[in-house]
């Protein structure tokens, strides 16, 4: 079975400070790994991915997440965080060749300033 | 830039009554998802179309919830009846097909039923 698990409800940061929002995951085979982030009454909007290669990814306004295989996690991070970044955040996986994303139950990131 | 299309936004309705829910993927996108977002939890999964063909819809409640993509273009999501426990947000979501690709979403459709 696959799943997703994201440990924290909520991330609290000051603005500047870096920030990670932490997503593990469960998956038979090679996992494909995905950041969303979600604005209220919105749809997901994709951030990054990681399919194969270097394990760490770049995506977009600013954040990165590492792949750990052996730790199978796929933190995200940001170097620092804005006001703006506030928003529910969303880690998914899907690792079979059908396509079924699972996603995690979201984590909302507060960024004061 | 591309988008998935949905409507309405929002949409209430009493309970028993039917409601009806339309998404256009991103033109060429062969895979198009419906998901239903409780809120405070993350997305899960109702019908997974690959063009046509319903290759996912083992979370689909076939009793009252119906799903079609006639020509592999647009789809419609139909609840019928539809129940207090139904108020959620439904998302429609398409992909390229291949299993490495990601998933473009679209606004989504709120549903509230009293």
């Known amino acids: 079975a696959q799943s997703v698990a994201q440990p924290e409800d909520q991330v609290n940061v000051a603005e500047g400070n870096p920030l990670t929002v932490k997503c593990t995951y469960s998956?038979?085979?090679?996992?494909?790994l995905f950041w969303y982030v979600q604005y209220p009454n919105r749809g997901l909007q994709f951030l990054l991915k990681y399919i194969t290669g270097d394990n760490l990814v770049k995506g977009s306004y600013g954040f990165e997440a590492e792949f750990n295989k052996s730790q199978t996690s796929f933190h995200l991070k940001k170097p620092s965080a804005l006001v703006s970044d506030s928003a529910l955040y969303f880690c998914a996986v899907r690792g079979s060749t059908l396509g079924r994303l699972y996603f995690g139950r979201g984590t909302q990131l507060t960024v004061w300033p | 830039e591309a988008e998935v299309a949905q409507s309405p936004r929002y949409k209430i309705t009493e309970k028993s009554q039917a409601v009806a829910f339309w998404c256009d993927p991103i033109s060429g996108h062969a895979t198009l998802y419906w998901y239903r977002q409780i809120l405070g939890q993350g997305p899960e999964l109702l019908v997974q179309?690959?063009?046509?063909?319903?290759?996912?819809d083992s979370q689909l409640p076939k009793d009252r919830f119906s799903a079609e993509r006639l020509k592999g273009v647009d789809s419609t999501l139909k609840i019928q009846p539809a129940e207090l426990g139904d108020s959620a947000m439904y998302l429609c979501?398409?992909?390229?097909?291949?299993?490495?690709?990601?998933?473009?979403f679209g606004q989504g459709t709120r549903l509230t039923v009293v």
């Open positions: 998956v038979s085979g090679n996992p494909y």
């Open positions: 179309f690959q063009d046509e063909s319903v290759v996912d």
């Open positions: 979501a398409s992909s390229g097909g291949h299993s490495n690709t990601e998933a473009f």
